[in-house]
Nanobody
Framework: EVQLQASGGGLVQAGGSLRLSCVAS????????LGWFRQAPGKEREQVSC????????YYPDSLKGRLTTSSDDAKNTVYLHLNNLEPEDTAVYYC???????????????????WGQGTLVTVSS
């Protein structure tokens, strides 16, 4: 059974940083795409990153480039999302998700992802 466990959220002041972690079990993440998404209250879920470690492929939306990075530790079967210079608008539940398709490219959009973690809440105070 594939499971994803996200953690690392919390309350942080604007300008601060957080590192979110997503530990996978039941599957080896190196072969697949690992994405991070977020959903703010009253808003649609949006993708914030993707990584395919086998190919060194990463994706960020243009609006977030420079403020976050994703990385993976295949030995720990863990993917990370580093959030920097946080703003109140970054307040959301952050989810990790796994795309089982085999490709060099990162998939865009939540429909492409097959397994989801439970989410971790990030709250940024002004």
């Amino acid at each position: 059974e594939v499971q994803l466990q996200a953690s690392g959220g919390g309350l942080v002041q604007a300008g601060g940083s957080l590192r979110l972690s997503c530990v996978a079990s039941g599957i080896s993440i190196s072969t697949y795409g690992l994405g991070w998404f977020r959903q703010a209250p009253g808003k649609e879920r949006e993708q914030v990153s993707c990584i395919r470690s086998r190919y060194g492929t990463v994706y960020y939306p243009d609006s977030l480039k420079g403020r976050l990075t994703t990385s993976s530790d295949d030995a720990k079967n863990t993917v990370y999302l580093h959030l920097n210079n946080l703003e109140p608008e970054d307040t959301a539940v952050y989810y990790c998700a796994l795309d089982r398709s085999v490709s060099v490219h990162c998939s865009a959009g939540s429909r492409e992802y097959d397994f989801w973690g439970q989410g971790t809440l990030v709250t940024v105070s002004s």
